[in-house]
């Protein structure tokens, strides 16, 4: 059974800047596409960013292309969100999410439906 952590999250103002960290266990991480996902009361899990189990590909939602990175290392179990140039919109819980394992090195996925493993969620803020 894997088992996600985030940390990380926090207040910040308008223009700045946050790394979230993901941290698995229980499980062969380096199989695993992994995302970031946000949600804010009364909405959907949004898809924010993804990478594939070797991190040569990654996807980002158009909201935060340009102003968020994804990484991983998996030596480390982990996978981190940069999120720079923060804007108020942005503020929601951010989860994070592991596929179950994959056949192909640079396979990744956008639906929350379709990742098997979630984090309990670290909440953003970001003021104006």
């Known amino acids: 059974q894997v088992q996600l952590v985030e940390s990380g999250g926090g207040l910040v103002q308008a223009g700045g800047s946050l790394r979230l960290s993901c941290a698995a266990s229980?499980?062969?991480?380096?199989?695993?596409?992994m995302g970031w996902f946000r949600q804010t009361p009364g909405k959907e899990r949004e898809f924010v960013a993804v990478t594939s189990w070797s991190g040569s590909t990654t996807l980002y939602a158009d909201s935060v292309k340009g102003r968020f990175t994804i990484s991983r290392e998996n030596a480390k179990n982990t996978v981190y969100l940069q999120m720079d140039s923060l804007k108020p919109e942005d503020t929601a819980v951010y989860y994070c999410?592991?596929?179950?394992?994959?056949?192909?090195?640079?396979?990744?996925?956008?639906?929350?439906?379709?990742?098997?493993?979630w984090g309990p969620g670290t909440q953003v803020t970001v003021s104006s």
């Open positions: 229980g499980g062969t991480f380096s199989y695993y596409a």
């Open positions: 999410a592991a596929s179950s394992p994959l056949p192909s090195r640079t396979a990744v996925l956008t639906t929350a439906s379709r990742f098997a493993y």
